[in-house]
């Protein structure tokens, strides 16, 4: 099993930045890829930023994100950062760390995030 702990959620002002972290632990062995998702009221989960895992790094992110957020990632402490800047109201959602073994998905508790206008 995997578990995942998100924390750095919080509110903020329209223009400004969080950082996200999620801390993974237990079986870590074969992850593919590390991933940062969020969730709004009625809407539906959608992929932000995701990171391979392994020596050579590889990103991905949203079309919308791109430009102001970064994901990174310390193997050394099982870390995964997600660093969001210029934040808009509409961002505003649940954010939930990922962690993917081949077919298999392992969530974190999701940490939110409220951004004011």
């Known amino acids: 099993q995997v578990q995942l702990v998100e924390s750095g959620g919080g509110l903020v002002q329209a223009g400004g930045s969080l950082r996200l972290s999620c801390a993974a632990s237990?079986?870590?062995?074969?992850?593919?890829?590390m991933g940062w998702y969020r969730q709004a009221p009625g809407k539906q989960r959608e992929l932000v930023a995701s990171?391979?895992?392994?020596?050579?790094?590889?990103?991905n992110y949203a079309d919308s994100v791109k430009g102001r957020f970064t994901i990174s990632r310390d193997n050394a402490k099982n870390t995964v950062y997600l660093e969001m800047n210029s934040l808009k109201p509409e961002e505003t959602a649940v954010y939930y760390c990922?962690?993917?073994?081949?077919?298999?998905?392992?969530w974190g508790q999701g940490t939110q995030v409220t951004v004011s206008s």
């Open positions: 990171i391979t895992s392994g020596g050579t790094t590889s990103t």
């Open positions: 237990g079986n870590l062995f074969m992850i593919n890829r």
């Open positions: 990922n962690a993917r073994r081949w077919d298999n998905d392992y």
